[in-house]
């Protein structure tokens, strides 16, 4: 008769399937087997990470028919928040038709009903098995920490001062005495401003491209690797744009995603200086995006084109309204332009950032942060900072 094995050496399981009925069917054979021991059973969604993060399951045996949870969702963020936690997922026939989506989130142990009870404890081991071996991130000693927030800057038009306000923005904030941990990310493809204005050589090529291409074994180490560090803008890390075009066809969506949830994981604050307008990858990251920034300054082909923008917006998968950052807010004009910004914004200006060319231009050609010269551009970067200090609190 074989040994037992101890409480402390057995596989701890998660159930999460639609019918109770096919839990009772499964159950016993892993009751009967000394390799494992059930902690729970769940057949909704609602409380799905909570439960995770409560008993931190070995495997997790998951129906894609759960109710009351986004399974795509669910399965793309769980290998970055639950990476010592194998998961193993029951499909129908009928859902090989999402196949394709099911593979982008990386889940790699999938079993069609109908099932076979004899061989489900060894796909249980196997999946845990094969989890184990292709954990990238389980040494981060990440899991209880504070998922960071994404504050990306985006505008309808160019010239607008997105690049400056980003990166003093970053400065302000990884400065703290809190000493947040800050990124800055130059999505300005392929040719960004970033590295000019933070004065970082050319000959350190590593790029967002570069980071990209690693999505899949991202790590700390990994990451510093790439990033870069500024000696007029210190103490946050920095990735530059390729400057180049030739290897633009390398982004992929997935990855992209990926490398996002990973940063949040390891960053307190991840600031991303996009490219005018939407296309493709400045969709993704509206969609990840904890805070939205349109930057516009008060031209009238800038408020012309913001209006279009804006209205772009409810065609996005875009939880949250954006918020409205009206840059080099002028002294003569002001209450004119106030007037028309009441009748044709949809959205309330969440900060304002007056006017004061002479720093502005003598920050970018002399390569000084804008904000370490007293003035009305400093202040109000401060405060700016601070609303969004006052928001990540309640959040």
């Not at 009772?24 to 009967?32: G, L, P, Q, V």
């Not at 004899?118 to 081991?125: E, F, N, V």
Request: proline letters at 4%; glycine letters at 4%; hydrophobic letters at 40%.
């Amino acid at each position: 008769m074989g040994r037992k094995l101890s409480t402390q050496n057995q596989l701890t399981i998660l159930f999460a399937l639609e019918k109770n009925e096919e839990y009772e069917e499964i159950r016993k054979d892993f009751e009967d087997n000394t390799l494992f021991r059930i902690e729970d059973f769940l057949s909704d969604g609602f409380l799905l990470d909570e439960k995770i993060r409560l008993l931190s399951p070995d495997i997790l045996i998951l129906d894609y028919h759960l109710k009351n949870i986004n399974m795509i969702n669910f399965l793309e963020e769980a290998i970055i928040k639950y990476p010592s936690t194998a998961v193993l997922l029951i499909i129908d026939s009928s859902d090989l038709i999402d196949i394709r989506k099911i593979v982008k989130t990386a889940t790699r142990n999938v079993i069609t009903r109908p099932l076979d009870h004899k061989i489900l404890t060894q796909l249980a081991m196997n999946a845990f098995i094969s989890s184990f071996k292709d954990r990238k991130i389980q040494n981060f000693g990440l899991n209880s920490k504070k998922m960071g927030k994404l504050l990306c800057f985006t505008s309808a038009k160019g010239g607008v001062g997105k690049s400056l306000l980003s990166v003093n923005l970053a400065l302000v904030l990884a400065n703290l005495t809190e000493s947040y941990k800050v990124l800055l990310m130059d999505l300005g493809l392929p040719y960004g401003d970033q590295r000019a204005i933070t004065n970082i050589s050319p000959e350190k090529t590593q790029s967002t491209l570069d980071l990209l291409l690693i999505a899949d074994e991202l790590s700390p180490e990994r990451i510093s690797s790439i990033v870069q560090r500024s000696e007029i803008y210190p103490n946050f890390d920095i990735v530059v744009s390729p400057g180049s075009a030739d290897r633009m066809a390398e982004i992929d969506e997935a990855k992209l995603r990926k490398t996002i949830r990973v940063l949040k994981l390891i960053y307190d604050f991840i600031i991303i200086d996009m490219d005018p307008g939407v296309d493709d990858i400045t969709k993704i990251i509206l969609e990840q995006s904890d805070k939205i920034f349109i930057v516009f300054t008060p031209e009238i082909p800038s408020l012309f084109r913001l209006v279009n923008y804006l209205k772009e917006f409810q065609w996005l998968k875009i939880s949250s309204p954006p918020e409205i950052i009206y840059n080099k807010r002028p002294k003569k004009v002001d209450q004119k332009i106030n007037t028309i910004l009441q009748k044709i914004l949809p959205y309330p200006i969440f900060c304002s950032i007056r006017e004061d060319n002479k720093i502005a231009i003598s920050s970018l050609n002399d390569m000084y942060p804008a904000v370490t010269k007293k003035g009305v551009l400093r202040k109000d970067i401060m405060d700016f900072a601070e609303k969004i200090l006052e928001w990540e609190s309640n959040n």
